[in-house]
């Protein structure tokens, strides 16, 4: 198989990393394709201290900075890492991507008609394979991030947020997934997912569509 692009999106709450590892299990045991897994930011020096200095609990950088950052640590992991293993024909799985950005740095898009931002990255940046968008309910997702089921391992100011924060991400993503899909038309619309059902459910959704996409 050529290299493929995966990219699996959604709130805090959704259940992100873990269907990522339910994905990784599957090509591995079902398909005999061994994917390698990144985070958005992360994965690279630079994205990992990206990572530290937005998530903090006690970060205060402005959303411009912020935004200016994860665009620096996408560039970084995109032309250091991702591009030469799907040149090589390798399976990536990217643990959030692009449309999180808008979702979290709305403010800093917010001046400008939202089409035109995204086609603008959807044809400058490596377009996905397979983007999975987990579509959970804001109160799931807070109910879940308050009880500690979603919650990451390392402290996280979004987990901490309040439900109207959560709405309000919930709201961003489902309009930037409604613009990205007219942009793509049927050629690569989003996969979005039930995120309300239990994870059992939500990966089984997520891999029939995958492997009826393959």
């Not at 402005?62 to 799907?86: F, G, H, I």
């Not at 399976?91 to 008609?113: E, G, K, N």
């Amino acid at each position: 198989m050529s290299g493929k692009l995966i990219v699996v999106e959604g709130i805090e709450g959704a259940g992100k990393t873990s269907i990522v590892e339910r994905i990784i299990t599957w090509l591995k045991e079902v398909q005999g394709v061994e994917a390698l897994t990144f985070r958005e930011p992360g994965s690279t020096p630079i994205g990992e201290a990206v990572r530290t200095l937005i998530k903090h609990p006690d970060s205060d950088i402005s959303v411009e900075t912020q935004t200016e950052l994860l665009w620096l640590a996408r560039r970084r992991l995109l032309e250091d890492v991702v591009q030469p293993l799907l040149d090589e024909g390798k399976w990536v799985i990217l643990d959030r991507y692009w449309m999180s950005t808008l979702a979290y740095q709305w403010d800093y898009y917010s001046s400008q008609p939202l089409h035109p931002v995204i086609e603008e990255i959807a044809n400058t940046y490596q377009r996905p394979d397979f983007m999975f968008y987990l579509d959970v309910s804001p109160k799931v997702a807070k109910k879940r991030c308050t009880s500690g089921a979603g919650r990451g391992d390392v402290a996280d100011k979004n987990d901490d947020a309040p439900l109207s924060t959560f709405t309000m991400w919930h709201r961003r993503y489902g309009e930037i997934v409604s613009a990205y899909d007219k942009i793509m038309g049927d050629s690569n619309k989003t996969l979005v997912i039930n995120a309300d059902q239990t994870f059992s459910m939500v990966a089984d959704d997520v891999i029939f569509a995958l492997n009826q996409s393959i």
